[in-house]
């Protein structure tokens, strides 16, 4: 079974740097999409950045030149590290695994399971 742990959240500052970890047991297809997505109270669940088996990353305007995705050398953990953070990336951020290649603009409905999540909140 395919389990999926998030960690790294906390309150920071803005301008201040997180890394989230999403560690995936169970997992062994070779052939995969990880992502990152981000949900603030009231509003829907967005992707935040994506990367697949062959490397190719997506991001979300709003993060990119900040955030980036990347995948430890144990092909089963990927983070995200976010840099310059700002009050707007305040909510739950939950990772998320596709048996798929990533596909821009694809949402939810493409990952097969999904983390608990780990909250990040910053304040001005």
């Known amino acids: 079974q395919v389990q999926l742990a998030e960690s790294g959240g906390g309150s920071v500052q803005a301008g201040d740097s997180l890394r989230l970890s999403c560690a995936a047991s169970?997992?062994?297809?070779?052939?995969?999409?990880m992502a990152w997505f981000r949900q603030a109270p009231g509003k829907e669940r967005e992707e935040v950045a994506a990367?697949?088996?062959?490397?190719?990353?997506i991001y979300a305007d709003s993060v990119k030149g900040r955030f980036t995705i990347s995948k430890g050398s144990d092909s089963n953990i990927f983070y995200l590290q976010m840099n310059n953070l700002k009050p707007e990336d305040t909510a739950m951020y939950y990772c998320?695994?596709?048996?798929?290649?990533?596909?821009?603009?694809?949402?939810?409905?493409?990952?097969?399971?999904w983390g608990q999540g780990t909250q990040v909140t910053v304040s001005s």
């Open positions: 998320a695994v596709s048996h798929k290649y990533c596909e821009e603009g694809a949402g939810q409905g493409l990952y097969n399971y």
């Open positions: 169970g997992y062994s297809y070779s052939r995969h999409c």
């Open positions: 990367v697949d088996s062959d490397g190719n990353t």
